[in-house]
């Protein structure tokens, strides 16, 4: 309890930290925060290309919005999926990138982590916003589902952060671990259904065995990005079973992330 005090006394600390990292991630570039907008969208013009006129895949329609397109089925699914990774690879590395700093004045290191997750947030409003414009714009109405999309945001924030402190723990031992990493997000995000739907999966369980979509399901990013779907795309509020599976792997993840981190911090400045 007394970290927890100590981490709310420096709140202030916090909110400079994450005022650093907005104005330092695109530092020295001319397109600037605009950058936060081009990377997903040219993802997202690839895999259009590839699922919607190579492939020729057509998501069904919102339910019930009524939207259709690929491309905003898909953005639906890469907004979480890439605030999650942000934060995971960033938080990653918070703290050997920030070993000058750790080395010279004591300070929560927690809050390095913590205001990468902050810093990405806010890039992520502007992304969200956008999103549901041009959603709006299409025919869909996401505003009513706001709140709500906030608060799983919210979730998905502590899971991806509790994430990354277990990491950057790792990576101060293990330098190979933010490469390593970078692999596994690649595979699990394949693992996902973010650019093909969940049918297919279900399709080919029922060839093999219904325990091919149980082992799938464990995956709780697949749980994050039907919630998503069903607020943007569908419009409509997500499956309980869903939702409650965000919660307990959001809160299990950050526990397991803050009591790692707490437990270890103290010896970084001398292990970096």
Known sequence: MSYVKELAATRELLAN???REVKGQYRRTFLGQLWSLINPL???LVYTLVFLFLLRFEPPPGDPSGVEGYPLWLMCAMLPWTFFTRVVNGGLTSVVSNANLIKKVYFPR???PLAVMASTAVTWSLELSVLAIVLMLFGAMPIPFIPVIIVFMALLALFAVGLAMML???NVHFRDTQHFTG???QMWMFLTPIIYPLEFVERRAEQVGQWVLDLYRLNPMERFVAVFRNLLYDNRLPAWDDSIYCL???L???????LTFSRNEKRLAELL
């Not at 993840?253 to 803050?258: D, E, I, Q, R, T």
């Open 17 to 19: 930290l994450t005022i």
């Open 42 to 44: 040219a993802t997202m």
């Open 110 to 112: 927690m809050h390095l």
């Open 168 to 170: 950057a723990i790792l």
């Open 183 to 185: 692999i596994v997000l």
């Open 248 to 250: 307990a792997a959001a």
């Open 252 to 258: 299990i993840v950050f526990l397991l992330g803050y």
